[in-house]
């Protein structure tokens, strides 16, 4: 249930439209003021906040390096695996003891930074349309989490395991699908059998593996998904779980004693939280709570207000299948296949319209798409139905027309960052793209070196939370001449300026843009080169900005 | 803003999450029972006489049988379901109609009940009806129990060892 690109969907009345989107823009502007918070001691490349993700791949490693170490002294009978436990704790303290410890916290961190990634990915709003894989994926990762945390807290088999094997095992026969009691196996001391505890130490083990792969699975959509976090923010999380575990070390709570029922029980409330609901309501409702939920968060992708934007399309007579839209769709909604007409290049870009998100970076990242090729049409290899690159020049020197004074300066935003309307001014002209990587490094080498403005502005989501991915590491890189297609060397470095502010940071970016006007006054006027046949064609476009 | 500064800042944040970690990952503690309380928990699983008694079939009735299905009973597979009835020094604590499993009804009847009592000595009275009749109990056992603090006491229910348990 789509919206075409920028409609108001028809089926919901535009008063809850609104009220939906309104909550969602406080909730984006709280995540970005945290962000900005974050951002002071961080940095933009080490913003925990940006990092939820790929902390959730680092803390899953640190539970698997340390469950390895743990299960090589672990035993798996039920009598004597409280005991090997005791003694890694109290012995062996400084190794198996550590190891236990960061064992559970990185489990519980890994909770935490795992609600904070799927809420952050909802409030940002990038799981529909196209992007509703990865989402999708994401929910069996929440059971599987669980699955672990709460199947390995049973293996300590002291008296919180005692409590989770019981109120699981009476959950479980709640649902009325196994023929006997599963909770009867801990009825009482006498009639307590190993078997089910086996049972727990293989889904102790199974379950993570299994998570390994659909992890894997969720990330597949994603082009250069990040699943490290970057080194200074790996060594401080360790750092901060080590001097945690020696602080305050795992410890055990009485040995299980299915005679004695626990009453006051010490508890790990990131995957417990819901065990208290099941004193007080029947076991059926949570799961009908649980399955509904799950079930409500599966179906959020295509739940109103639905939003699509119109896919890149591709323009054969003009692709040289070059790869470089390949190179930068951060969705891999691009790919190369054999040339299907007869054209003298071997391969030509395809657009998989389920896969395309509509961001244009494909058309920032097209060499045939540079508005100095003089062919009356300009229609590069790869566009956007919705704004071509064509109708961008267009825009774009019909804004900057009536521009006057020796700051005019042309800014190039996108729809998802500040607001770009208040920037517009006498010497100002404001351009929104759906992300400021569609804009091909050729444009500010014309709006520049053409004498159009004395200066280009780059502005968009915050530094490090790109909505597309990675339109503004991207865009960085092009402008250094660290990817293709790079802005020419002749083009002055200092006529251009980038500020990555989001929807939190209005007033910063106006005074960056003042700023820079400022430094475009004092500089000397600047001198246009002489004009050159630049005009390309899709072969040559390629060796154009070599 | 300064590198020391910076550092700080990154240690107060990890030092706020490493407070929350460690902090949820024991407490508070949850009461999931009262400690002066003992547990009653019954816990049987146990398939109730068929609904009808089963009849033999008489040689006519076999013959018109295929050879394969010529079994001498004819049983109904449906069960009745239990009664059963927990008394408390004087006062019913549970009474119910266990109906048996199965889609045809013809499995054993389970029970899963847990009753969170004070502790102290009881009178406890146990009755299950397994069978046809209309009134009366098939299996009763009584006593006197001294429950300890967060005891467990199981019920269970076993015809072979002669009926009612108390573990
Ligand atoms: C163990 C738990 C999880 C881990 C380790 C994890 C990890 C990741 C990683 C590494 C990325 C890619 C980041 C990037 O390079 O852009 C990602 C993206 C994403 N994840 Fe998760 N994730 C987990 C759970 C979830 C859950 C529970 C949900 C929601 C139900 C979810 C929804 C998403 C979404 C919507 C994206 C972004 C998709 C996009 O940008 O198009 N994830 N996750
Ligand atoms: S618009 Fe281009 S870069 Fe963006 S998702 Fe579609 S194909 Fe990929
Ligand atoms: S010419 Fe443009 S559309 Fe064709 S492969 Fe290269 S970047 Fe993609």
Known sequence: ?546 | MPKALQYFGQFIAYALFALVVGYFATQPAYTHMDPDKALIKMSFSHAGEHLQECRRLTQEELNLLPPNMRRPMDCLRKRVALLIELELDGAILYRDELPPSGLAGDGASTAYRKFPVPAGSHHLVARLRDSRREDGFDYEQAAVVTLAPQQNFVIDFRPELGGFLFL
Not at chain 1, 45 to 69: D, E, K, M, Q, R
Not at chain 1, 86 to 110: C, F, I, K, P
Not at chain 1, 138 to 165: K, N, R
Not at chain 1, 220 to 248: C, E, F, K
């Open chain 1, 1 to 546: 249930m789509a919206c075409p690109a920028s409609s108001v969907c028809p089926w919901i009345r535009p008063g809850v439209r609104v009220q939906v989107i309104g909550i969602r823009s406080v909730a984006k502007a709280a995540f970005e003021g945290a962000d900005n918070v974050f951002n002071r001691a961080f940095t933009p490349a080490w913003n925990p906040l940006c990092h939820l993700g790929t902390l959730g791949w680092f803390f899953y490693w640190i539970v698997i390096v340390s469950g390895i170490y743990l299960y090589i002294f672990f035993d798996t009978g039920i009598n004597q695996a409280y005991e090997s436990l005791e003694y890694l704790t109290n012995v062996q303290w400084y190794a198996g003891g550590v190891m236990r410890s960061l064992h559970r916290y990185a489990s519980d961190a890994l909770i935490i930074v795992m609600m904070l990634h799927l809420l952050r990915e909802f409030v940002m709003d990038r799981y529909r349309g196209s992007r509703w894989f990865t989402w999708f994926t994401g929910v069996p990762l929440l059971w599987l989490v669980f699955a672990c945390g709460i199947s390995g807290y049973w293996m300590v088999w002291d008296v919180l395991a005692q409590y989770i094997a019981i109120a699981s095992t009476e959950w479980l026969d709640s649902l009325g699908i196994f023929g006997q009691s599963i909770a009867r196996n801990f009825l009482n001391n006498d009639t307590l059998s190993g078997r089910f505890f086996t049972l727990m130490v293989f889904i102790h083990i199974a379950v993570p593996l299994f998570m390994l792969l659909v992890m894997w699975i969720h990330i597949q959509r994603q082009r250069n998904a990040r699943v490290n976090p970057p080194v200074g923010l790996a060594v401080g999380t360790l750092g901060m779980l080590l001097a945690l575990s020696l602080a305050r070390p795992a410890l055990s709570q009485a040995p299980a004693n299915l005679d004695k029922v626990p009453s006051v029980i010490d508890f790990d409330w990131f995957y417990l939280v819901a065990y208290p609901l099941l004193d007080t309501i029947p076991g059926q409702t949570l799961w009908a709570i649980a399955g509904g939920g799950s079930l409500l968060l599966l179906l959020l992708p295509w739940l109103p207000p639905g939003q699509r934007r119109a896919t890149a399309s591709v323009d054969l007579d003009n692709c040289n299948g070059c790869g470089r839209c390949v190179e930068d769709c951060p969705f891999s909604a691009v790919s190369l296949q054999p040339r299907t007409d007869d054209a003298a290049f071997s391969h030509e870009a395809v657009v998989s319209d389920n896969l395309c998100t509509g961001c244009g970076i494909c058309v920032g990242a097209c060499p045939t798409a540079t508005p100095f090729r003089r062919t009356s049409e300009l229609i590069p290899g790869i566009d956007l139905p919705d704004l071509g690159i064509q109708e961008l020049r267009e825009k774009t020197l019909s804004a900057i027309a009536n521009l006057s004074g020796n700051a005019r300066v042309v800014v190039f935003g996108c729809s998802h960052g500040a607001g770009l309307e208040q920037l517009q001014g006498a010497d100002v002209a404001v351009l929104k793209l759906p992300c400021v990587a569609m804009l091909p490094p050729s444009f500010i080498d014309f709006m520049i070196t053409r004498g159009h403005v004395n200066g280009v502005f780059l502005t968009g989501c915050a530094d490090g939370d790109c909505h597309y991915r990675l339109g503004i590491e991207w865009t960085g890189q092009r402008l250094a001449g660290e990817r293709d297609p790079y802005l020419r060397k002749r083009v002055p470095r200092e006529r251009i300026a980038e500020s990555w502010a989001g929807i939190t940071r209005n007033k910063r970016l106006q005074q960056e843009l003042r700023t820079f006007q400022d430094r475009l006054r004092a500089l000397p006027p600047f001198k246009r080169t002489p004009h050159r046949s630049t005009g390309v064609r899709a072969g040559e476009a390629a060796e154009h900005h070599a």
